[in-house]
């Protein structure tokens, strides 16, 4: 909080700024990440129609699991198979 109570009226102690603009950006945030996710299966569900036929692996790994993780997501690994990302952030 800012300052004492003494520097706030009765009607004021309740209320914290920082709880309320929290509350907000998380709104913000899940409303972006359905938007997100809507795009995210476009791009998968094209690319499935493309590769009709053909061999699709889904994997799933981050960053901050290690260096091997790390390496997967951000080494080009798959630079020479046909593939899309869908990033979850």
Same mark, same amino acid.
């Given at each position: 909080?800012?300052?004492?109570?003494?520097d706030?009226?009765?009607?004021? $102690?309740? !209320?914290?700024?920082?709880?309320?603009?929290?509350?907000? #950006?998380?709104?913000? +945030? *899940?409303? =972006? /990440?359905?938007?997100?996710?809507?795009a995210?299966?476009?791009?998968? $569900?094209? !690319?499935?129609?493309?590769?009709?036929?053909?061999?699709? #692996?889904?994997?799933? +790994? *981050?960053? =901050? /699991?290690?260096?091997?993780?790390?390496?997967?997501?951000?080494?080009?690994?798959?630079?020479?198979l046909d593939?899309?990302?869908?990033?979850n952030?």
């Amino acid at each position: 909080m800012y300052g004492n109570d003494y520097d706030r009226g009765p009607e004021e $102690k309740d !209320f914290d700024p920082r709880e309320d603009y929290l509350k907000a #950006l998380d709104k913000v +945030y *899940a409303e =972006e /990440d359905k938007r997100h996710t809507a795009a995210e299966k476009v791009k998968a $569900k094209k !690319f499935k129609e493309k590769n009709k036929g053909g061999f699709i #692996l889904v994997t799933s +790994y *981050a960053d =901050e /699991d290690g260096n091997f993780f790390s390496t997967m997501e951000h080494g080009e690994i798959f630079r020479n198979l046909d593939h899309i990302v869908v990033s979850n952030h």
